[in-house]
């Protein structure tokens, strides 16, 4: 299986270019271009229109309040149930010939200004005014620039155009329609975003453990080796550690480069087919990713099958253990990819996920502080940069169209961790990028893996400061998203400083920053696993 390690670190420099902490079905939102100003000062929110058939309860459709009017109720039970109709004429654009007093109206989206439908159908007896858009998306409905001293005392909605094709249509089948209009807050909390950190934070808590027992069980073998072999070939390198790959400043600078290039690529050829590719790609590495923690899991009790290899074309050797767990992880993502479109598919993609996060922790290390210093700071400039920044040069957020996948016609990408909004009435998800783990988890393996060659107690190590670091900057991630009514947030923007930072002023404190910082790893005496740096020690004297 050694034949795929080199592809892992592509496939991981792709998978981390995905990341941002997103809250999906962003309910206020503000826009600089339609300022606000007397009768034309509120915020755009989005409106649940619930509708009655024939005095049963029927469908549900989503608008977004308009700029000018009166505010809509949050409460659905402060909400009136009224009767629909129809404009005439459809666009409103004049006075309606129909009687409307004390019915909800629907109009046709037409040529003249907002305003002027609503002062039309308020002047006709209208309580509320349902315009129909013209395309499937929502338009946000603001004032002229020369519109003053508007008073609008109606609520305004606008509708996509499905939705009005689907309420015309009730219409003309029914004797009554009845809709009500609210717009139910958001809760500040919801819990999903509790289980989200606490996945995010074991994640990482098993991912590093993992990684420094491996470490710990190649140091003592390579230190049995070298001790057998000292007298025999006393310039013996150190034995590099099988399955390992070491991140170095060059790979990591370049890490901007490569992950900026791939999400310009996939934002510039979001769609449906590129989703599937995305698809395909995620159940390769899930697939890998399932198979090595299982295989890991399961050799503690079949010891013998997974220590009994056969060769196989392409892979190479592999233990029999292997192959039998293999086609139940090729099962298990194969189902994931056909019904990932279900209400619980979010289950399986965090599987595959967290395993896939896991594998690629414990096969590619961060060798010392500095590699992991550059590696972070680039990818706290690259978060900033592709959340907010690109605004000014694409007119929207790059990393938060990519990570839902927008104009792709699906849920979004998945290389995130995601789970339901439990008790949020817009429903939606609480998600977040592989990346916002899986980089910070660099570091905090690297921590750990020191910690415990140097025999450090877990209050004098870095591990448990860098952890309850990485918890502190994700938990005010989740604040930040709170205070900023859900929209996206880079994660990284207040977890590197967190992390990194706590690391760097440990290390400094405690005086252990310089071998940190170069080595990576505590200075013992000879003979030991790093056998090299002795010799080079000695032939310097």
Not at 182 to 190: A, F
Not at 249 to 259: D, E, M, N, Q, R
Not at 375 to 394: E, N, P, R
Request: net charge neutral; with cysteine.
């Amino acid at each position: 299986m050694d034949l795929w390690r080199p592809c892992w670190v592509v496939f991981v420099l792709g998978v981390i270019s995905l990341f941002c902490s997103v809250r999906a079905g962003d309910i206020v939102h503000e826009d600089d271009l339609a300022p606000k100003k007397p009768g034309c000062a509120n915020d755009f929110v989005l409106v649940k229109v619930q509708t009655w058939v024939n005095d049963i309860e029927d469908a549900e459709f989503v608008g977004v309040g308009a700029r000018f009017g009166t505010a809509i109720v949050s409460k659905e039970k402060n909400a009136n149930q009224r009767r629909l109709t129809l404009s005439d004429p459809r666009d409103c654009c004049s006075a309606p010939k129909n009687k409307l007093t004390g019915n909800v109206v629907m109009v046709d989206r037409g040529l003249c200004k907002f305003t002027a439908k609503a002062n039309f159908a308020e002047a006709a007896g209208a309580k509320a005014v349902l315009i129909i858009n013209n395309q499937k998306e929502l338009y946000k409905m603001v004032c002229e620039p020369n519109e003053t001293d508007l008073d609008i005392r109606i609520p305004v909605v606008m509708l996509p155009q499905d939705a009005g094709a689907s309420l015309e249509k009730m219409l003309m089948n029914s004797t009554s329609v009845s809709v009500q209009l609210y717009s139910p807050l958001r809760p500040v909390v919801d819990i999903a975003e509790v289980f989200l950190w606490l996945m995010a934070v074991g994640t990482i808590l098993c991912a590093s453990y993992w990684s420094a027992w491996g470490a710990r069980e190649a140091a003592i073998e390579q230190e049995k080796l070298l001790k057998d072999a000292a007298d025999e070939i006393p310039r013996t390198k150190a034995i590099v550690t099988s399955g390992v790959v070491d991140i170095n400043i060059t790979s990591a600078v370049l890490f901007v480069v490569i992950a900026s290039c791939f999400l310009v690529i996939l934002y510039k050829l979001m769609s449906l087919w590129f989703i599937e590719l995305l698809v395909v790609l995620f159940c390769i590495g899930g697939v890998e990713g399932l198979q090595t923690c299982l295989v890991a899991l399961l050799s503690r009790w079949f010891k013998r099958s997974g220590e009994s290899y056969i060769k196989v074309p392409v892979f190479g050797a592999v233990s029999y253990l292997t192959l039998a767990v293999s086609p139940l992880c090729i099962a298990f993502a194969v189902v994931w990819a056909v019904y990932r479109n279900v209400s619980f598919a979010w289950i399986g993609q965090d599987i595959l996920g967290i395993a896939l996060i896991i594998t690629v922790l414990q096969i590619v290390h961060v060798p010392n502080l500095k590699v992991g210093t550059v590696l972070l700071s680039c990818a706290f400039l690259y978060d900033i940069f592709w959340v907010f920044v690109s605004t000014k040069f694409f007119h929207e957020s790059v990393m938060i169209v990519v990570a839902r996948g927008d104009r792709s016609g699906e849920d979004g990408i998945p290389m995130l961790l995601k789970i339901p909004r439990m008790f949020d009435p817009w429903g939606g998800y609480s998600i977040i990028g592989f990346g916002d783990i899986l980089l910070p988890g660099l570091l905090i393996a690297f921590s750990l893996r020191y910690d415990w060659l140097a025999n450090k107690t877990l209050r004098a190590g870095y591990f448990l400061w860098a952890m309850f670091a990485y918890g502190l900057g994700l938990l005010i991630t989740y604040v930040a998203l709170n205070l900023m009514d859900g929209h996206g947030q880079p994660a990284l923007l207040y977890i590197v400083p967190f992390t990194l930072g706590t690391f760097l002023t440990l290390g400094k404190k405690r005086g252990d920053l310089k071998v940190l910082w170069s080595r990576g790893e505590p200075v013992r005496p000879c003979p030991h696993i790093q056998l090299h740096h002795c010799q080079e020690s000695n032939e310097e004297k």
